[in-house]
């Protein structure tokens, strides 16, 4: 079992930055890939970006390619979202997400990779 709860989020001008983080709970953190999903009103959850277990390999979506970093502290059961250069059309709830899966790029992007899925968190972006 494995519990995530993210923070960070808030209200924010266009080219501002954030650093969203998810702290999780369980022994084995280290083989989970970690992913971050966001939700905005009235549209489908997208995924945003996502880390392997031994954070050697990350991937992310197109419209984030260049503003957004993940990344992972295993000894701290963490993964963040860095996020710079914010638009307004990054205004979404975040989640993070969790999976015991060994998949392709695609298969990584995919929800139903995952798991455990933390509350989330909202991020604004006003232009």
């Known amino acids: 079992q494995v519990q995530l709860v993210e923070s960070g989020g808030g209200l924010v001008q266009a080219g501002d930055s954030l650093r969203l983080s998810c702290a999780a709970s369980?022994?084995?953190?280290?083989?989970?890939?970690m992913g971050w999903f966001r939700q905005a009103p009235g549209k489908e959850r997208e995924f945003v970006a996502a880390?392997?277990?031994?954070?050697?390999?990350?991937y992310y979506a197109d419209s984030v390619k260049g503003r957004f970093t993940v990344s992972r502290d295993n000894a701290k059961k963490t993964v963040y979202l860095a996020m710079n250069s914010l638009k307004p059309e990054d205004t979404a709830v975040y989640y993070c997400?969790?999976?015991?899966?060994?998949?392709?790029?695609?298969?990584?992007?995919?929800?139903?990779?995952?798991?455990?899925w933390g509350q989330g968190t909202q991020v604004t972006v006003s232009s």
């Open positions: 369980g022994r084995t953190f280290s083989t989970y890939a």
């Open positions: 880390i392997r277990g031994s954070g050697g390999n990350t």
């Open positions: 997400a969790a999976g015991d899966f060994v998949g392709s790029p695609y298969y990584t992007a995919q929800s139903r990779a995952y798991d455990y």
